[in-house]
């Protein structure tokens, strides 16, 4: 079975190739947390407009602490909208991520055709 040997350029670019490929699982984790994050965020506040009474409780971290309902409303509001600006931000960031990648793979690509093309007229 013939080794297959790659240039030094080429090897600087597979590195770089894995680096944004392992970035953009990073960001995809990172946006799939926030995702889940916003749905429960929608839910509670679901619940919170479904109920009658003033008087509601939160958890914070093992025990519960009272609160009102426009209080806690505002409060998960806030943190909803955090999170939609840092899911816009992981979106840019995956956006360039994508397009570094696909830069790098084209020139990945082009070495090894011009590797390919110096083997068959050398040998």
């Given at each position: 079975?013939?080794?297959?040997?790659?240039?030094?350029e080429?090897?600087?670019?597979?590195i770089?190739?894995?680096?944004?490929q392992?970035?953009?699982?990073t960001v995809?984790?990172?946006?799939?947390?926030?995702?889940m994050q916003n749905?429960?965020?929608d839910k509670?506040?679901?619940?919170l407009?479904?109920?009658k009474?003033?008087?509601?409780?939160?958890?914070?971290g093992?025990?519960?602490?009272?609160s009102t309902k426009?209080?806690?409303s505002?409060?998960?509001s806030?943190?909803?909208?955090?999170?939609?600006?840092?899911?816009k931000?992981l979106?840019?960031?995956?956006?360039r991520?994508k397009e570094?990648?696909?830069?790098?793979?084209e020139?990945?690509?082009?070495?090894?055709?011009?590797?390919?093309?110096?083997k068959?007229?050398?040998?």
């Open positions: 079975m013939a080794e297959i040997k790659i240039s030094p080429a090897q600087k670019i597979l770089e190739l894995q680096t944004f392992q970035q953009m699982q995809l984790i990172q946006k799939e947390g926030l995702n749905m429960e965020i509670a506040l679901e619940e407009n479904k109920t009474h003033d008087d509601v409780y939160k958890a914070v093992p025990i519960l602490i009272k426009n209080e806690l505002k409060e998960l806030e943190k909803k909208e955090t999170i939609e600006l840092r899911l931000s979106q840019k960031q995956e956006n991520v570094r990648l696909k830069e790098s793979q020139k990945f690509e082009e070495i090894l055709k011009k590797q390919e093309g110096s068959t007229t050398a040998g």
